[in-house]
C-alpha cells in the first residue's frame, strides 16, 4: 500500500526522552510541516528510563532547538512493550536503547521495526547519536546536526515510499 494512504507511524527513543528523542520528534514534525506531510506520518518519541515522564526537554536542547526555528515542546513518556504495535518503525539512538527496547520483546518478534536513527545520516558516518546530557552547547548543536540530517532522509524516504520496505 502507498505510504502516503496510510498513516506512518514513527517512534524515536533514547535514555531519558529529553534531549536526543524529543530533537528528533521536534525536527520530523516540523520538516512534515513544511512539506505539507504533518497529516500523513504520526512521530512521537519516549526513553527507555522513566526518570522524566511528563518533562518537557532539557532547556539547553529547547534553546539550542529554538535557534534553529525548531520547537521542542514534548512530555516525557517512557517506552512500553505496547510501542511495538503501536508504532511502524522504532528508531534508537544508541546501543544501550536498542539493548532497552529488545528486553521488551525478547522473542524479537518486533526486530524488523527497530533501527538505528543514525542509519537514516547521509552527511553523517555514525553508528550511534552521543548522549548530550553530560556535555556541553556543542554537544547540543551536535546532536541536533545529526537530527536535521536523518530526518531530512525520513521524510525523502516517506516521500518515494521507500522507508517500510527496505531493511
Ligand atoms: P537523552 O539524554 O537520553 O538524550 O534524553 C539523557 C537525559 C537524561 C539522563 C540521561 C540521558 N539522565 O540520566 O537523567
Known amino acids: 500500500m502507498n505510504q502516503l494512504s496510510q498513516k506512518t507511524r514513527l517512534l524515536f527513543v533514547c535514555l531519558g526522552n529529553i534531549c536526543r528523542s524529543p530533537a528528533a520528534d521536534g525536527v520530523m514534525q516540523h520538516f512534515l510541516k513544511r512539506e505539507g506531510l504533518d497529516q500523513n506520518v504520526l512521530v512521537d518519541s519516549a526513553g527507555t528510563a522513566d526518570y522524566h515522564v511528563n518533562s518537557l526537554p532539557d532547556k539547553r536542547m529547547r534553546q539550542c532547538g ?78 541536533l546536526d545529526l537530527m536535521e540530517d536523518g530526518c531530512n532522509e525520513l521524510v525523502r524516504r516517506i516521500k518515494d515510499g521507500t522507508l517500510l520496505k527496505s531493511n
Open 66 to 143: 529554538l535557534k534553529r526555528g525548531f520547537t521542542l515542546d514534548h512530555r516525557g513518556k517512557h517506552f512500553k512493550k505496547e510501542d511495538f504495535d503501536n508504532f511502524d518503525l522504532i528508531l534508537v539512538m544508541d546501543k544501550d536503547n536498542l539493548r532497552q527496547v529488545q528486553l521488551l520483546d525478547p522473542q524479537r518478534e518486533f526486530k524488523d521495526k527497530v533501527r538505528f536513527f543514525t542509519e537514516f545520516c547521509t552527511q553523517h558516518q555514525l553508528n550511534e547519536v552521543p548522549d548530550p546530557y553530560t556535555g556541553d552547547e556543542s554537544d547540543f548543536e551536535y546532536v
